[in-house]
């Protein structure tokens, strides 16, 4: 069953909307600004919740050797088993994975880091799972959460990174992640569009990108520029893009929580390097000033989403960059919104 196919027979499975802004390509100067906005997807406020369905249910069946990875015949397996699933998250992943452990029927144990926001802790906690701070970075929650699994027969880690020995789940969450841009392509062909001409798209640790690389970078695809954007408090793809090797870059508190990764995950890092056409770094102010900008227009994003409208402007904005990507006039440009305001709200909206 393909990825596609999985979450079409998930209950409350639709497309998300891509979103027209005839204001945005004209203060770009491009044809057509369409943003993809995960506000809602399967009952989750971000898009997260595509890669950790798919993942959990390929690790479940292969934990319990299962001849489909289906929804019914994973809750089935999973009745009077203790089975628990693990994750680390700085916000919308560990949510996810805790949402998709209740639809399973399983327990889950989601780890964070302090900085997550108090909404993104209430969430995991409506979920039904057991939340642990861990003192430290993003990266040290990731070791903790491997490691406690580890040592728990009954885990099933579902992790969107990865590391040696560890990429079975990775991969399986980046194959979720597909969904969104077929449903994108899809789009795009209803409104006459054969393709963007540049897509912009939000980088943590990276799978999501790898997704997105993957699907335009494919074979007989024709994906135009691709542009990554990171906080510049945490940006560990430029980082290791200018160092022509995996590096980890040091991290600071920032609005983009969910991008707060100082480390791209291994299985990611390859793809983006030989895929992506440019990388940039965007500060919370831009962000925070993109939330509010889209909101006004019609279009729910919290600051990791409304980052990729922060980084179209820079690179657009600036002299030379425009024809250095052989962007034409009348360009078609795809922003990958990858969360709604609900998800990560800008800090006017935590108090």
């Known amino acids: 069953m393909s990825p596609l196919d999985f979450h079409r027979s998930l209950p409350g499975y639709r497309p998300t909307p891509l979103r027209d802004v005839p204001r945005l390509a004209a203060e770009l100067g491009v044809g057509r600004v369409l943003v993809k906005e995960e506000s809602s997807r399967l009952g989750l406020p971000a898009f997260k919740v595509l890669g950790a369905s798919y993942a959990t249910a390929r690790a479940l ?56 926001t108090e909404a993104a802790k209430k969430a995991i906690a409506t979920e039904g799972a057991r939340a642990v701070e861990v003192d430290g970075d993003y990266d040290d929650v990731v070791a903790r959460a491997a490691a406690d699994a580890a ?28 969904t969104l841009c077929r449903e994108a392509d899809d789009q795009l062909a209803a409104l006459g569009v054969a393709g963007p001409d540049l897509v912009v798209v939000p980088v943590g640790v990276g799978s999501f990108a790898q997704a997105v690389v993957a699907h335009y970078r494919g074979p007989g695809a024709d994906g135009g520029t691709l ?5 510049d408090r945490a940006a560990g793809l430029v980082a290791s893009l200018r160092a022509g090797r995996l590096v980890t870059a040091p991290t600071g508190d920032t609005i983009m929580t969910g991008l707060n990764c100082g480390t791209v995950s291994a299985l990611a890092w390859p793809v983006l390097r030989d895929g992506l056409d440019g990388a940039v770094t965007v500060s919370d102010d831009q962000a925070a000033t993109a939330v509010e900008d889209l909101a006004r227009l019609g279009v729910d994003s919290g600051p990791c989403g409304a980052a990729t409208l922060a980084a ?17 006039p009348d360009a078609v440009v795809l922003l990958l919104s990858t969360e709604g305001r609900a998800a990560n709200p800008v800090p006017e909206d935590r108090v």
């Open 61 to 116: 069946a292969e934990r319990f050797g299962l001849p489909a990875a289906t929804l019914d015949a994973v809750r089935a397996a999973v009745r009077g088993s203790t089975v628990r699933l693990y994750a680390a998250t700085d916000g919308n992943h560990g949510r996810a994975v805790a949402h998709v452990a209740a639809m399973v029927g399983a327990g889950a144990t989601i780890y964070y880091p302090p900085g997550i």
């Open 312 to 328: 179209a402007r820079l690179v657009l904005g600036q002299a030379g960059w425009r024809e250095a990507i052989g962007l034409r």
């Open 227 to 231: 542009l990554a954007v990171e906080p």
């Open 151 to 178: 040592a728990d027969p009954e885990a099933v880690l579902v992790q969107d990174t990865s590391w040696p020995g560890y990429t079975d789940v990775p991969q399986w969450i980046v194959d979720g992640y597909s």
